[in-house]
């Protein structure tokens, strides 16, 4: 794919580049989601507490909360690394996205990390030094500071898929922002902020689930695992429910405004109304895409070719062809070289540079496809976008059945299955399966993204900046030396966390 | 010393919530040496900031070269 580049980026630093960052928002995820999960579980607990005053309900809240700063401890600063990676390996990215990604990073840092680190503290020190009332406040404060900074964090990927309230300055080199507004309330953020936020919820559900079967298979603590079954599976359940409703919005985004992501999610190579979804290749859903996508069971989907060759959407409008924007997008690119040389050049009144300028300015929409060589190279990898987002949405479906399962036999209803069913009483390898769900969850979890940020390729920013356009002019090598240091980092830190857990998990709850 | 000021409580419920801390003893010091590698370490062996080291004083400038030299054919 990147043979047919004329310059001297290696193209092995693209790849490691990619896949370096790649590495780290991988790691970065495995501690997210339990921590706005947890954060979830434990203030119920605590909530629980404070209406009824029983200590068992402190004693549980606090056995959850240790959970919690272990995942959370352990997850502190991975995020950084993601930081010093945009300045170090995507310069170009960095400069030319800088005002817009800026703000929200820096209003994540100050005041949701700031809000999330006061209150922990108040969480984890203050059971005897603040009233009862002030301490549930800081629990789930805890957790909102915490959901608040993911809100910030999925506003600067929201805008990578959908960039919105931004105007380009060639002067300065900078997208630069016009709207606030637009850009924190992008409605591709707010889609994508609902669905992961509850897909993290479904990870502190089936976590907790998890090990309180562990408890029940050792038949220990068996109170404390049936009560928080109960908050973790209807957690849980509500969670999956709702990432299946938002899922399904962000996937009508995706259809509006990526529909070459679409495309690549479901193998569709040749679209047209009337589209069915495909469970797995030969077995499909008859209009399921067509609705899923446009609300109309005969609408229009595109498909790969339509996409590379123009296609007419179902409102009228005409999408043109990738050769199109590519000619459009270099038209925009030798505009701005042209402007920037003609802003320098002493002789110039202003004219010329202005002319260059609405040249740039009418097919800036189109500025990355001024580097597309071959139109082949806007198709994402379409094999791991199809089956990511069927792991995805295939486990999703499976732990709404898990969920509604668990609370049916907890609550042992319908009487007539469930009545006889003691969940405190069954064979070994049914505990197991809900253990072995947590690692499936995370899987499925890491899916999600696999297709959001796979699905976006070969964009950085969509439609604007191509990988090998954002990458610094770096040597390989040295991408290569810190992706094997983070990859011995991540798995050490990993080791030691899940070391730590499940020593905390066997203690277990000082009841 | 007024004990009951906002400034004093503070302080108490830091100084004996570290004071107490077992489990969280191992993770502060998990914290402090994951923070020192990342700072100390890679960002300042492994992650110089690309443009400060490369392009001196003219960032736009050095970018705009950089992003038109990749699209020329």
Redesign the interface.
């Known amino acids: 794919m990147f043979n047919q580049?004329?310059?001297s980026?290696d193209a092995d630093t693209i790849d490691w580049s990619r896949a370096q960052f790649a590495l780290t928002a991988i790691y970065h995820w495995l501690f997210v989601p339990l921590t706005l999960g947890l954060a979830v579980i434990m203030g119920i607990m605590e909530t629980c507490y404070y209406r009824t005053k029983d200590q068992f309900w402190k004693d549980t809240a606090i056995f959850w909360q240790?959970l919690f700063?272990?995942n959370f401890?352990?997850g502190?600063?991975t995020g950084?690394?993601l930081e010093?990676?945009f300045?170090?390996?995507w310069?170009?990215y960095?400069?030319?996205v800088g005002d817009i990604f800026g703000a929200p990073l820096a209003v994540e840092g100050i005041v949701a990390f700031f809000m999330e680190s006061t209150f922990v503290?108040?969480m984890?020190?203050?059971w005897k030094?603040?009233s009862p009332g002030f301490h549930l406040a800081s629990t789930w404060l805890t957790g909102l500071g915490a959901t608040i900074s993911a809100w910030w964090i999925l506003v600067a990927n929201a805008w990578m898929q959908y960039p919105v309230g931004c105007e380009f300055n060639?002067?300065?080199?900078?997208n630069e922002m016009v709207s606030f507004a637009e850009v924190a309330l992008s409605p591709f953020a707010v889609s994508k902020f609902c669905h992961t936020v509850t897909s993290a919820w479904i990870i502190g559900g089936i976590f907790c689930v998890g090990v309180c079967c562990w408890y029940l298979m050792k038949k220990r603590d068996t109170k404390m695992a049936i009560e928080s079954m109960k908050i973790g599976a209807m957690v849980g359940l509500v969670a999956s429910v709702l990432a299946a409703a938002t899922g399904h919005k962000s996937a009508q985004d995706v259809a509006a405004v990526q529909p070459m992501k679409l495309a690549a999610m479901e193998a569709l190579y040749d679209g047209g109304n009337d589209i069915g979804l495909k469970i797995v290749e030969g077995i499909e859903v008859p209009y399921a895409l067509s609705f899923m996508a446009t609300n109309d069971f005969h609408g229009y989907v595109p498909g790969v070719n339509d996409i590379l060759n123009g296609y007419t959407t179902s409102d009228g409008k005409v999408e043109p062809s990738v050769d199109e924007k590519i000619e459009r997008?270099?038209k925009a690119?030798t505009a701005?070289?042209a402007y920037?040389a003609a802003k320098y050049e002493s002789s110039d009144d202003g004219s010329i540079a202005a002319a260059h300028l609405k040249v740039l300015q009418d097919n800036m929409q189109y500025f990355g496809y001024?580097?597309i060589?071959d139109k082949n190279d806007v198709v994402p990898p379409i094999a791991v976008n199809f089956w990511a987002f069927r792991v995805m949405v295939g486990v999703g479906c499976l732990f709404i059945a898990f969920f509604a399962l668990i609370l049916a036999m907890l609550y042992r209803w319908p009487k007539f299955l469930f009545g006889k069913r003691d969940i405190t009483a069954l064979p070994a390898w049914h505990y197991w399966i809900a253990i072995l769900l947590i690692p499936l969850g995370y899987i499925a979890s890491e899916s999600g993204w696999l297709v959001a940020e796979f699905g976006r390729q070969p964009w950085t920013i969509q439609d604007m900046l191509p990988t090998?356009?954002a990458v610094?002019?770096?040597q390989s090598s040295?991408v290569i030396?810190?992706f094997f240091?983070f990859l011995i980092?991540f798995s050490t830190?990993l080791a030691?966390e899940i070391n730590?857990m499940l020593k905390?998990i066997k203690k277990g709850p000082q009841l | 010393m007024n004990k009951r000021g906002f400034l004093y409580?503070t302080f108490?419920?830091?100084y004996?919530?570290?004071k107490s801390m077992r489990?969280?003893r191992?993770?502060?010091a998990?914290?402090l040496i994951?923070?020192f590698?990342?700072f100390a370490v890679?960002?300042v062996f492994?992650?110089?900031?690309?443009?400060k080291t490369?392009a001196g004083d003219d960032?736009?400038?050095y970018?705009?070269t950089?992003?038109?030299?990749?699209?020329?054919?």
Do not use: C
């Open positions: 580049l004329i310059l980026i240790k700063g272990i401890a352990m502190v600063a950084i690394i010093f990676e300045g170090t390996n310069s170009n960095s400069w030319f503290a108040v984890f020190f203050g030094k603040v060639p002067d300065t080199m900078r997008g270099k690119i701005l070289a920037r001024g580097y060589k090998w356009a610094s002019d770096l040295s030396i810190t240091l980092l830190m030691v730590i905390q | 409580r108490d419920l830091y004996e919530g570290f489990l969280g191992t993770l502060w998990i914290i994951k923070l590698i990342i890679l960002k492994f992650f110089p900031d690309f443009l490369h960032k736009a400038g970018v705009a950089e992003l038109v030299d990749r699209a020329t054919e």
